[in-house]
């Protein structure tokens, strides 16, 4: 008679198990919290137990009809802790009667071929990795788990959702605060594409609206291009009512404008103008002798 598993290994295994197909499955919807989980968890464990009492039964009448001396070995096999014996069976070597038992009738040049049974633990993660492989197939091909792109569009939610929870609580951006910085050039130019190239067209060179790659202004309102540009998004043109004030229309925030103001900063201080002779608009205004 063979001693069992204990209950406590079943529960540990049922307790993976359970984890493994909820990860995969249900890994966004917080399962942990869940009490389905819970409840399946408490389930499974009480069908456990009772199949333990069961087991438990069956063995003490397979017991009582043992000899003295096999009940001798199987005590004696039962006060092995678990995991020794796992251990033990893992790298059981056979002694030299054992390996004549399990030769194969061939051989060649003197060497022959031992019939050894595969170790536990290898049969086991033998075992395990097939499970394995068929729960995680099945997942991946019903499910959104391990798929890149889902876990990428997953994390840009987040992100976007974590930033807009952040400019709902940060202070506004105004004249005072509003600073350069190259690393909004990027999105200033493609919020100039959605607000303002209809005016001054592709890349600041002037259309409607004056060219803002040259050294010309007509509106000078500040001591440097980044200020004065986020003054006329704030304020509008006096001179031109086309130029409204975006940001008090609402059109555009002050985050918005200070992404803008850089952009145009970048093309205005860090590019070369764009000449007339290369399609961009003709010098309105005056020559601004900007401060830094």
Known sequence: MKTRTPISIYIAVTL????????????????????????????????????????????N????????????LFLKEKSIPYF???????????????????????GFDGITELDNSLPKWWIGLFYFGIAFCAVYMIAFAFTDYAHPEAEYDQEAKMQLASIAEYEKSAPAINLETAKYSADNISEGEQLFKTNCVTCHSEGGKGGIGPNLTDKNWINIKEKNVFRNVFWMLENGSPNNPTMRPFIKEGTITGKDAEKIAAYIYHINQEKKPVTEDQGGAAPQGEVAKWQE
């Open 16 to 59: 993976g198990l359970t984890i493994m197909a909820f990860e995969m499955f249900t890994q966004d919807s917080g399962y942990l919290t869940s009490p389905f989980f819970w409840a399946l968890l408490l389930i499974v464990t009480i069908l456990i137990l009772i199949m333990n009492s069961i087991e438990d039964l069956v063995e």
């Open 61 to 72: 009448e397979n017991f009582k009809k043992l000899s003295e001396e096999e009940k001798q």
């Open 84 to 106: 020794q014996k796992l251990w033990n069976s893992a790298f059981k070597k056979q002694s030299q009667s054992e390996e004549k038992d399990i030769l194969i009738d061939h």
